[in-house]
Each structure stands twice: as C-alpha cells, then as structure tokens.
C-alpha cells in the first residue's frame, strides 16, 4: 500500500516562497506518475502539477505557470512543488498523490493520496 506525507506548508506573505516536499513509501516510486492538488474553504479539489516517472512529463494548472515547480528525486522517493510569488487565492491545504498512470491532471487517476498540508498566503 503506498503511503504518502506532505511536510512544508506554512504561512507566507504575498510574494513569498515555499517549499513542499512529500515522502512516498509502500510503492515503486520510479513507476508512480506523482501529482499536487490543492482544496481551498468552500471549494473542490483541483490540480496544481503533475510529473512522470522519470520527470519527462510535466504540466501546470495555467493559475501557477512560471511560478510553481514541481520535481521529483527518485533515488528520495520524493516529489516537490517549489512555490514562488505566492498569492492569497494559493491559500488552500495541498495534498500531493500517486497515480500508476505515467502522469495525470485528472484526480479520479490518483488513488493514493496525503493527509494534506496548509498553505496560507497573506495580503
């Protein structure tokens, strides 16, 4: 069973950066397509990045382009989302996921996920 831990999320102000990392055991990382979502008060879920096995594929939700990074270090079996010119509405708690697809923007491909970490932006 593959258990993922987000570890990171805090509170920053406008403009500020931080770092998420999540530490994925129980599965073969390097075969895991690994993704970031985020839940705001009151809303959905929703997709933030998504990386494949081998880091080859990437992709963004267009609201974090150029400012959001994610990575992954398999040898860690580790995924990161490297958050720069945070914004209020990036407030939301962020859970990262696995997937045995090779990467997916879709949340019903995820079926193991963290128990989240809050991230607060303040203006």
């Known amino acids: 069973q593959v258990q993922l831990a987000e570890n990171g999320g805090g509170f920053v102000q406008t403009g500020g950066s931080l770092n998420l990392s999540c530490a994925v055991s129980g599965g073969t990382f390097s075969r895991l397509g690994m993704g970031w979502f985020r839940q705001a008060p009151g809303k959905e879920r929703e997709f933030v990045a998504t990386?494949?096995?081998?880091?080859?594929?990437?992709y963004y939700v267009d609201s974090v382009k150029g400012r959001f990074t994610i990575s992954r270090d398999n040898a860690k079996n580790t995924v990161y989302l490297q958050m720069d010119s945070l914004k209020p509405e990036d407030t939301a708690v962020y859970y990262c996921?696995?997937?045995?697809?090779?990467?997916?923007?879709?949340?019903?491909?995820?079926?193991?996920w963290g128990q989240g970490t809050q991230v607060t932006v303040s203006s």
């Open positions: 990386i494949g096995w081998d880091g080859d594929y990437i």
């Open positions: 996921a696995a997937t045995e697809f090779v990467y997916s923007n879709q949340l019903a491909d995820f079926r193991s």
